[in-house]
Nanobody, 123 residues
Framework: VQLQASGGGSAQAGASLRLSCATS????????IAWFRQPPGKDREFVAS????????DYAESVAGRFTLSRDIAGNRELLQMDSLRPEDTAVYFC?????????????????WGEGTLVTVSS
């Protein structure tokens, strides 16, 4: 399974960006997708996740109310809409997929990871 994260770039504080996580295949009957990010010089951290049932979602406190994760079934991808961006959102963003319907905020639960996409937010 290959994942491709895209949509990163530079933005001013308060602006919006939309990230996309596309997968080459979804070999399991149920799966969950998550986004993580790694700020410069810091550890990778959980951002948001979505279970096999789209209404099952979770967000990190730092992004709740500003970021929205959704599923584009026809496009076989998940979308992370990021609004009201802040300089502290600057990071490399990674998407990951796991077998099973339950989503998780834990990196170790995910089976495949994509290359990251860089988001830079300036004040």
């Amino acid at each position: 399974v290959q994942l491709q994260a895209s949509g990163g770039g530079s933005a001013q504080a308060g602006a919006s960006l939309r990230l996309s996580c596309a997968t080459s295949s979804r070999p399991w009957s149920s799966y969950a997708i998550a986004w993580f990010r790694q700020p410069p010089g810091k550890d990778r951290e959980f951002v948001a996740s979505i279970g096999f049932t789209e209404h099952n979602k979770d967000y990190a406190e730092s992004v709740a109310g500003r970021f929205t994760l959704s599923r584009d079934i026809a496009g076989n991808r998940e979308l992370l809409q990021m609004d009201s961006l802040r300089p502290e959102d600057t990071a490399v963003y990674f998407c990951a997929i796991k077998r099973g319907s339950r989503h998780s905020p834990l990196m170790g639960d995910y089976d495949y990871w994509g290359e990251g996409t860089l988001v830079t937010v300036s004040s």
